[in-house]
């Protein structure tokens, strides 16, 4: 039996006997089993790749001059996954969008119980606030709003302003458990003066009696940092077969997830690397911040560039080739699957 099944037989009485009970809400489990009980994961999503300067931000710029950021409280085009239409999500259990903020416009303050993550894409010092906090935003710097916490953006500089929002909406919602509280006053009242939280928990030390929580108190994981890291990383040792030199977030007090429900890392491929070929549960959605190249995924080649978004989704084999040094930023579900013994990777050669 493969994962494609055959269906048992259907035969009148059967198809009589499943109508008599429909009525009664019962139904035979014999009739679904290989679709909810599957040898491997099968996916909805598409492996998928958004060509930012071609096909996001002639559109994004177009939306800017239909809606303001206050009307529509956040100005995000959705990155749907053509194979789930409709549902506003880029792998099964995660959304991707990209948000625009224009030079003096505000996104107001609220809060939900959705956890969101934004990867900076364009612009140079927009600001989010988050829980009283600033932080001023450059090109691939991380920047997290953990669950509850009050959040609001705004642009004080006379560029647009635009990021890759990643949130676990498709998780909340199967989980019905979502709540969002907007804010009376459309900016948070700034509580501590910008760079406190990183002084404080992002300097590899941790104030002496900080209790660790379950999202990082780091909310802006700089890009300079991380590409001197990687920069040292590449000149130090030899690529890893599958990865390229790839590190992982990490909330500085447990060594865990930024976020409970996302996952987020950085990797740099060497100019010429192809990555050996790979597959894992965690559909994982990556950004492109440096060089050019393709991801072959089954017989799909996504090919990439600088500002492009592509995704993988789960358990589906893929490779990456880069035609130039590049670097990929990508975010998953994998925390979430961890948590509950549920990730598996498969490592080929
Ligand atoms: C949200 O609150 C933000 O705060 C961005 O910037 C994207 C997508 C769906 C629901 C809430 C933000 C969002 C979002």
Not at 116 to 138: D, P, S
Not at 228 to 251: C, I, M, Q, W
Request: hydrophobic share 35%; aromatic share 8%.
């Amino acid at each position: 039996m493969n994962d494609t099944a055959q269906a048992v037989s259907r035969p009148p009485e059967r198809q009589a006997f499943y109508d008599n009970i429909a009525p009664y809400r019962l139904a035979p489990l014999w009739e679904r089993l290989h679709t909810l009980v599957t040898r491997t994961p099968i996916t909805p999503a598409l492996p998928a790749v958004w060509h930012y300067d071609e096909n996001v931000r002639p559109y994004l710029m177009q939306a800017g001059s239909l809606i303001s950021a206050r009307e529509a409280e956040r100005r995000v085009l959705i990155l749907e996954n053509p194979g789930m239409q409709g549902q506003a999500c880029i792998t099964h259990s995660l959304f991707a969008g990209m948000q625009l903020i224009l030079p003096g416009e505000v996104a107001p303050a609220h809060r939900h119980a959705q956890s969101a993550l934004r990867f900076i894409i364009e612009g140079n010092g927009a600001y989010t606030a988050v829980e009283g906090e600033r932080t001023l935003m450059q090109p691939g710097d991380f920047v997290l709003t953990p669950s509850w916490t009050w959040h609001d953006h705004g642009n004080d500089t006379d560029r647009p302003m635009v990021w890759l929002d990643g949130l676990d909406i498709p998780i909340v919602r199967l989980l019905d458990a979502s709540f969002m509280e907007p804010s009376n006053a459309d900016s948070q009242t700034v509580s501590r003066p910008p760079g406190d939280s990183y002084a404080r928990y992002g300097a590899n030390m941790l104030p002496v009696d900080y209790k660790p929580a379950r999202a990082s108190p780091v909310f802006n994981y700089p890009y300079e940092r991380t590409r001197e890291a990687l920069t040292t990383l590449s000149r130090n040792g030899e690529p890893d077969a599958h990865f390229g030199h790839k590190l992982r977030y990490v909330n500085p007090a447990t060594g865990g997830s930024p976020m409970p429900t996302i996952g987020a890392s950085m990797q740099l491929l060497p100019g010429g690397l192809t990555t050996a070929p790979y597959r894992s549960t965690d559909g994982t959605v990556y950004s492109v911040v440096e060089g050019e190249g393709e991801t072959v995924v089954g017989d799909t080649t996504l090919t990439w560039k600088p500002r492009d978004v592509f995704v993988v989704p789960s358990w589906q084999q893929h490779q990456h080739h880069a035609r130039s040094e590049a670097v990929l930023f990508s975010f998953s579900d994998r925390p979430v699957q961890d948590a509950l013994g549920l990730w598996r990777e498969e490592r080929l050669q």
